[in-house]
């Protein structure tokens, strides 16, 4: 059965060490590889570098959304106010 990439595509997924994860640039066989997280070959240490920023990028700002939702619901929960209920009886 074809992967999904080979039925769009027209061909099999290459392997990841076949072309660049950042700038999709063939890697030969007597080039430098520079990897990174253990998946993710790149042709240069630059596109390597460039790859690591955008990670960072998005980790800070996946941080600062959450920091700011929790900021959020607690002061929320400041601004709430506890109402009691009961049976008021009149005589």
């Given amino acids: 059965m074809a992967s999904c990439y080979a ?14 994860s950042l700038c999709r640039k063939h890697l030969g066989r007597n080039s430098d590889i520079f990897m990174y997280r ?4 790149f042709c240069s ?13 998005k980790e800070k700002s996946r941080k600062v959304s959450a920091r700011s939702l929790r900021k ?12 009691r209920t009961g049976t008021l009886v009149v005589a």
Avoid: M, W, Y
Avoid at 7 to 20: A, I, R
Avoid at 45 to 57: G, K, P, T, V, W
Avoid at 76 to 81: E, I, N, V, W
């Fill in 7 to 20: 039925e769009v595509f027209g061909s099999e997924e290459p392997h990841f060490l076949e072309s660049c």
């Fill in 38 to 41: 253990g998946d993710k070959a």
């Fill in 45 to 57: 240490n630059e596109c390597r570098e460039e790859q690591i920023e955008s990670d960072e990028a």
């Fill in 72 to 83: 959020k619901s607690s002061e929320a929960a400041k601004d709430c106010k506890t109402v």
